[in-house]
């Protein structure tokens, strides 16, 4: 049995208190006021508790202060049979530390978390295994490194000179308190971003300090930017990066049209949503004699003003994607830029790279050029009506509508018949009112004019990725990955588990999904096809694309799986995604055999921006969930039709019909009957009734609750 076996509980509190210090030296003073030991009696006991743990050689004392001993010191520095990974924290306190290269997580309770909070990168030691899951257990002994720089929660007034900071559960575990000195304007209420100031020991709560106010609590505004924070996003630029960009010259100087090639004179448009500032790319079109379409794709040239070493594009690289939010969009770029120097806007000489490709009547690329050019976009058309004029209305433009329209369908049918994937997922759309509250929600109409950029665009970065591959073939070197590095989109075959796990799921409701020894796109699309039109076509649409691999950035070319292309790059909205600007910066530096990014940079550059694509993603998917929240908050008591998206033990997912929110029965609320889960058929079975819940099924549901903070909907049964 070790020394530290044998210590009283005050002892190790002490002794904990001491190692877990950033300087493991303590005051003793202060250990008082951390365990409340003000009494004469209590500091008597404190000072027999330090003298055991000198003699036990756990501590020094000098004087007023105690500091570790030097001989444990140097053991607690020696990491015998600790392992390293990134901790995540449940509501509830259990920890789950994800370590490279173990199959399984290793499993914290709450009293083994130490000082531990969300995404710390931590050393922990393990102490056992479950003997029934049989999942590593283990104990949290050494914080690394913090993974993230703030929180979020709201602050609570508990006296004159005592401030609470009630945290939201997303963003981490347990509550602090905040000194006065340390509140920064915010009052009680208020929803508040803060970072960890001190914590000593598990069993005191850590201190914060305001970084900033998002509002008062329960107002849209904090809400929304409590989404934000809550994913380590901030939505203000910061001061420096906002002068950098305001400094930047309106003017283009005349030299610079003149080393382009200038296209101000061509017909040039734009086709985007009615409410879109930023706009990307722009469109030039025309029919050859030879009958072949010629594609111009004109992408804003953010690289121009981009400068690398800059804080403008060391905040965009931070940033790496816009956010678009259901009620506003936080750009990669200071709207300087996003919506004004490099928005390609109507009748305005703008700055463009473009893709030039010469098509057949049957979608083969002939030939293609990438070239810097010059615009003046000659019209802005919405979605709507750029589709009014394929339907048959006049315009000036017409001619080039309708011929980019007929390239777009020969591109589309010639990509399906090719193997890519025809997901169709509804969106949700919300109607808002002045203050941002939700008044109404319907699901976004998707028209052949969104097919008709979409194709365009797809030929664009499908080309200029195969150009690269042209480059390597050209050279006549050894093709190895540092011959001319590429950043790809990539997107990797589904996992064939996942896969055979949605067909055990359709199986109940009469859909056959067969796999047989492999997947292929033309299998998926299948049983796209066997549900398009029927009631359960949205519910098996997104079980589909959970089991599908995320697509990531990186310099390695696997292909793009849904897409069906063998090469694949994002090129078209570098003012939104960085990844496109890291592709720009490429294709500039081969065109004038300038250095560029080498492989092992563009590895990282990967890793980095799929990760803040994903917390992107997760931050609108909560916008989107905060105002199904706020909807359904006002239909308290009202019925609506549904479709079972879901079956667990714990009870039913249900995806309603018109607004497509989704909520959950849960079990305890089935009343009448005693309710199994069959795990063969992903269905809860009434014991006495036998009836039955599964996957698909239509059903009436009544709103019974919702939360706000926890973005949950509780339905009934009707």
Excluded at 291 to 309: C, E, K, M, P, S
Excluded at 515 to 535: A, F, R
Excluded at 624 to 635: R, Y
């Amino acid at each position: 049995m070790s020394r530290k076996d044998r210590l009283s509980s005050l002892e190790e509190l002490v002794f904990d208190l001491v190692k877990n210090s950033p300087s493991q030296v303590f005051e003793i003073e202060t250990i008082q006021h951390i365990l409340r030991l003000e009494s004469k009696k209590d500091q008597i006991r404190l000072n027999k508790c330090i003298n055991r743990l000198v003699s036990k050689r756990l501590v020094s004392r000098n004087g007023k202060t105690i500091t570790m001993f030097k001989e444990e010191q140097r053991a607690g520095n020696k990491d015998r049979g600790l392992i390293e990974g990134k901790i995540q924290i449940t509501p509830r306190g259990t920890g789950f530390v994800i370590v490279e290269n173990m199959d399984d997580d290793i499993r914290i309770s709450n009293r083994d978390l130490g000082l531990a909070l969300a995404d710390d990168v931590v050393k922990v030691k393990v102490t056992g295994t479950n003997k029934r899951s049989g999942q590593p257990q283990g104990k949290v002994i050494e914080i690394v490194e913090r993974g993230k720089q703030f929180y979020v929660g709201t602050l609570k007034k508990v006296s004159e000179k005592s401030f609470l900071i009630e945290t939201d559960h997303k963003s981490v575990h347990v509550n602090f308190f905040v000194l006065p000195d340390f509140l920064n304007g915010a009052k009680d209420n208020d929803k508040v971003t803060f970072k960890l100031a001190s914590w000593v020991h598990q069993r005191a709560l850590p201190e914060a300090q305001v970084l900033s106010v998002l509002g008062e609590a329960g107002s849209n505004d904090a809400k929304v930017l409590s989404i934000l924070a809550e994913n380590d996003l901030q939505a203000d630029f910061p001061k420096e990066v906002i002068e950098y960009a305001n400094a930047i010259p309106d003017q283009i100087p005349e030299e610079e049209f003149k080393r382009r090639r200038d296209l101000r004179q061509e017909i040039v448009f734009t086709i985007d949503p009615v409410d879109a500032k930023d706009f990307d790319d722009a469109l030039s079109i025309e029919v050859l004699d030879n009958g072949n379409f010629y594609l111009g794709v004109h992408i804003a040239d953010v690289t121009h003003y981009l400068r690398q070493a800059t804080v403008l594009d060391d905040e965009g690289h931070k940033r790496a994607t816009s956010i678009y939010l259901v009620d506003r969009v936080i750009p990669m770029l200071p709207e300087r830029l996003s919506n004004g120097l490099c928005s390609l806007r109507p009748h305005e000489d703008k700055l463009t790279y473009s893709c030039f490709m010469e098509i057949d009547k049957e979608g083969q690329l002939v030939n293609y050029s990438i070239e810097e050019t010059a615009i003046h976009s000659k019209q802005r058309f919405t979605y709507e009506e750029a589709q009014e004029i394929l339907e048959g209305k006049d315009h000036p433009l017409k001619k080039e509508v309708h011929a980019a329209g007929k390239l777009a369908k020969i591109l589309m049918d010639k990509r399906f018949r090719e193997g890519a994937i025809d997901f169709d997922s509804p969106e949700p759309r919300f109607r808002l009112d002045e203050q941002g509250k939700p008044i109404d929600v319907v699901l976004k109409q998707r028209i052949f004019a969104h097919r008709l950029i979409e194709e365009c665009m797809l030929m664009a970065n499908r080309t200029v990725a195969s150009h690269v591959k042209t480059l390597r073939d050209r050279s006549g070197k050894r093709r190895t990955k540092n011959l001319f590095p590429f950043f790809y989109r990539i997107h990797d075959k589904p996992d064939q588990d996942k896969l055979s796990a949605v067909a055990e799921q359709v199986k109940p409701i009469g859909i056959q999904f067969e796999l047989g020894d492999s997947v292929s796109p033309k299998k998926i699309n299948k049983l796209l096809q066997q549900v398009k039109g029927t009631s359960v076509e949205v519910i098996v649409n997104e079980l589909m694309l959970r089991s599908m691999a995320k697509a990531v950035y990186g310099p390695d070319n696997l292909g793009h799986f849904g897409l069906g292309f063998a090469n694949y790059a994002h090129f078209t909205s570098p003012i939104r995604r960085y990844p496109d600007v890291i592709v720009h910066r490429l294709l500039k530096a081969y065109a004038t055999d300038s250095p560029s990014y080498k492989y092992e940079q563009l590895k990282e550059e990967g890793e980095h921006c799929s990760e803040r694509e994903r917390v992107a993603v997760d931050a609108e998917r909560d916008s989107i969930k905060l105002k199904q929240v706020e909807f359904l908050s006002d239909h308290i008591g009202e019925t609506y039709d549904g479709i079972i998206s879901g079956v667990t033990e714990r009870g039913i997912f249900v995806t309603l019909k018109d607004i497509y929110c989704e909520g959950m029965i849960r079990v305890a609320d089935l009343k009448g009957d005693y309710f199994n889960y069959d795990k063969r058929s992903h269905s809860l079975v009434g014991r006495r009734s036998g009836q039955v819940f599964t996957l698909g099924s239509e059903i009436q549901v009544t709103v019974e609750s919702t939360n706000l903070q926890k973005r949950q909907i509780d339905f009934i049964l009707a």
